[in-house]
């Protein structure tokens, strides 16, 4: 094991009961020094790479720039609820600066990954597979940084040294950075099914997305993006080798299993940031926030009078809603009990998941517990109340603006699954989708409508037909098609605000935006970087 020639401070962490797929830690002492790397086994220097992903994709952090700011999310304020000093209006409006909370707290997550995983490259022998992991966690913490802030602070991946300052990679030089660190590590990466460790699948995924994106990388605030013929078909390569592979399928009974507390090694995920139910609580920081960001308070109805846990804070918008075939996708609604007053077996219940729209009906409970019938099999359904003064019923409606009408107006999301009847909020199993396969098939789709050869139709009637039968195939596929195709797939999954961009929608007008500024298409880096860190320059637009 190679030792790194600067002392620094690092969190020892743990594994426990590790087996192929896991990758939990348990943190148990804090300490400085060279000779804690000399001893310490590989997977213990890997864990805080690993973790800090957790962090970046929390629900306030890279998801909350990526969905709120876009066309298919929004926070409004309720009453004197949720107005956060304006972030999340800011978010919407596009009229963030250089101080707002949440892109400040991203560049901090991204900045904590950049740095655990080149201590993790500094500290582990070339050629093996956690090293090669490491490189493949510091080239995606390089693509988020690229991708959101357009500048990545980067010490390289050999004779690293911390004592210097960073690099700034910007553009093009990034692109080529990220491809050639990944490259030099495929055949180290493993092969075959494991969602949460970063393989040879992964790699290919992101190198595909980087490549996708690469126009608008090296030309930001560009008019209109040239996407180059290289560089589509190296999209279209990279993801048919996945595709290929056999090693993942795409989903065919159940779209909302892949956002279930066991969807890790589902067939059709490919890499994943992986969440853990314990009782370790990680700080608002699991994907479950994001679903119980998108409910009422009080889903779970008390007749005591008391509320489970929840959130009434966000919900999408009727611009988005209205490209949907509501009727027949079955990626909008799946209703896992009737939305109505009644009762149902206890073992039936689970939460309606897709968009949540009118009148919602959840179980009866009693101090946080569901109330069991007499019977001992069945639960009553009743109506849902919102957490606020009038003890509203939870009516969402498709209208909504930022400063809300009351807590009830906007369509919830109930996309990522609550475990179990009581409050979920952090500590959850549902493992955060980062690559998955309907993503490689619609971006070769795109690529090769881009690039004018091949059969994207194909590609996108895969996604189509995988989630509704051969009668939800569509008759011809144009790159229009493929982005809303994107936004019916991936909606509540990180993906709107780099979609919207790269198909040029990201200065158009949806309810209560009405900004075009360009300059918006990146966030600003924090003040505290930029003045500490040579090198690293506040973004364009940004004081």
Same mark, same amino acid.
């Given at each position: ?15 426990? $009961? ?26 213990? *220097? ?75 490259? $500094? ?32 010490? #390289? ?18 692109? /080529? ?6 490259? /030099?590590?495929? /055949? ?49 390569? *990279? ?77 999408? *918008? ?43 009906? #959840? ?24 957490? /606020? ?30 475990? #179990? ?27 090769? *409508? ?24 569509? #008759? ?49 880096? =924090?003040?505290? =970087?930029?003045?500490?860190? =040579? ?9």
């Amino acid at each position: 094991m190679k030792k790194q020639s600067i002392i620094f401070s690092i969190i020892l962490a743990v594994f426990f $009961g590790f087996q192929s797929c896991d990758i939990d830690e348990k943190i148990i002492d804090e300490a400085s020094g060279e000779d804690l790397l000399t001893n310490a086994e590989p997977l213990t *220097l890997l864990a805080p790479a690993y973790n800090n992903m957790r962090r970046v994709y929390g629900h306030r952090w890279f998801f909350a720039l990526q969905t709120f700011s876009a066309d298919e999310g929004i926070l409004p304020t309720r009453g004197s609820d949720w107005f956060d000093g304006g972030v999340f209006q800011e978010l919407h409006r596009h009229d963030w600066g250089s101080t707002h909370r949440y892109t400040t707290e991203t560049f901090g997550h991204i900045t904590a990954g950049l740095a655990t995983a080149t201590q993790a490259i $500094g500290s582990l022998e070339e050629g093996t597979q956690e090293h090669a992991e490491a490189v493949g966690l510091l080239s995606h913490f390089m693509w988020v940084a690229l991708d959101a802030y357009g500048q990545v602070p980067y010490r #390289g991946i050999t004779d690293i040294n911390f004592s210097d300052d960073p690099q700034i990679l910007k553009g093009a030089e990034a692109v /080529s950075t990220i491809i050639a660190n990944l490259e /030099s590590v495929m /055949s180290s990466l493993p092969t075959g099914k494991n969602t949460v460790r970063f393989t040879q699948d992964a790699a290919k995924s992101l190198m595909a997305r980087v490549y996708l994106n690469k126009a608008v990388y090296e030309d930001r605030y560009a008019s209109n993006f040239s996407f180059s013929n290289e560089d589509m078909q190296k999209v279209i390569d *990279l993801t048919t080798d996945v595709i290929s592979s056999g090693t993942h399928d795409l989903e065919t009974d159940d779209y909302f299993s892949m956002f279930d507390p066991d969807n890790e090694n589902h067939p059709e995920i490919i890499w994943s940031a992986k969440n853990e139910k314990t009782s370790v609580r990680i700080s608002g920081r699991s994907v479950s926030r994001n679903t119980t960001n998108g409910l009422s308070r009080g889903l779970l109805y008390k007749v005591d009078g008391g509320w489970e846990e929840g959130s009434d804070a966000g919900c999408t *918008l009727p611009e988005f809603l209205d490209k949907f075939d509501s009727a027949n996708d079955p990626r909008y609604y799946k209703e896992n009990y009737p939305n109505e007053a009644g009762t149902i077996p206890l073992a039936q219940y689970e939460i309606n998941r897709g968009f949540l729209e009118g009148q919602l009906f #959840g179980i009866k409970t009693e101090d946080g517990a569901a109330v069991i019938n007499d019977d001992q099999t069945t639960i009553d359904i009743v109506p849902v109340q919102l957490f /606020s003064r009038d003890l509203s019923f939870a009516n969402h409606t498709r209208d909504v603006s930022l400063i809300a009408a009351n807590q009830s107006v906007g369509v919830r999301v109930s996309k990522w699954s609550i475990e #179990g009847l009581g409050a979920n909020r952090d500590d959850t199993g549902v493992d955060i989708v980062i690559f998955r396969l309907a993503d490689l098939y619609l971006m070769r789709a795109e690529a090769k *409508l881009r690039l004018g050869s091949g059969d994207a139709l194909a590609d996108v009637n895969a996604v189509r037909v995988a989630r509704g039968g051969s009668g939800f195939a569509i #008759g011809s596929a144009t790159l229009e098609d493929v982005y809303d195709e994107r936004g019916f797939e991936f909606y509540w999954e990180y993906h709107r605000r780099t979609d919207q961009i790269r198909f040029g929608t990201w200065e158009d007008t949806w309810t209560d935006k009405t900004d075009t500024d360009t300059n918006m298409r990146i966030f600003p880096i =924090p003040p505290g =970087p930029v003045a500490e860190t =040579p090198g690293l320059e506040q973004n364009p637009g940004y004081n």
